[in-house]
């Protein structure tokens, strides 16, 4: 008994060593000018969405049957959003959001955050305010998040998936 209470204590002593030791300082994977590029990439995907050029869209994302946007959903056996994989199934749904009439994407430019995941994969976020009257969106313009995948294909980055999330209103106070 008395060997298990000290083979505990010893254990504890350890492991609280190293909870309390100082974690060693995050390196992103990514350089600065890196980083940089991909935000520039995000502001042309801005552009580009805002001016319905849907060719460029589809240039910016991954060639891959992988590619992945999730979006509101006009269909309701898909849900009320939906994830869209592949460029054609992506293709598609740009061209369905763009032809429902006036689309405006307003990020907060001061909120973009860009991380590298690794040397061929980053992460962006930011939010934003979309304006548009696909599948039944009354065209008010409403909060919400667009967290994008980016992975680098030869020399340049590309969209590998773009997540729309809707922001839900605040919660009414009680009292």
Do not use: C
């Amino acid at each position: 008994m008395q060997k298990m209470l000290s083979a505990a204590f010893a254990l504890a002593v350890l492991s609280a060593g190293s909870v309390a030791a100082a974690p060693a300082a995050y390196k992103d994977p990514l350089d600065t000018r890196t980083l940089s590029t991909i935000k520039s990439h995000f502001s042309q995907l801005m552009d580009s969405a805002n001016k319905h050029d849907l060719k460029a869209l589809h240039n910016i994302f991954w060639q891959s049957p992988s590619a992945l946007l999730v979006a509101k959903s006009a269909i309701p056996s898909e849900g009320n959003w939906a994830g869209f994989w592949g460029n054609e199934a992506v293709d598609q749904k740009l061209h369905d959001i763009a032809g429902s009439g006036p689309v405006v994407l307003a990020p907060d430019f001061s909120k973009l955050k860009v991380v590298g995941l690794t040397r061929e994969m980053a992460e962006s976020y930011a939010p934003m305010n979309i304006t548009v009257s696909y599948a039944g969106q009354d065209g008010t313009p409403k909060p919400f998040l667009m967290i994008i995948n980016w992975i680098k294909v030869k020399r340049d980055w590309k969209v590998a998936s773009e997540i729309i999330l809707p922001v839900p209103p605040a919660p009414v106070a009680k009292g």
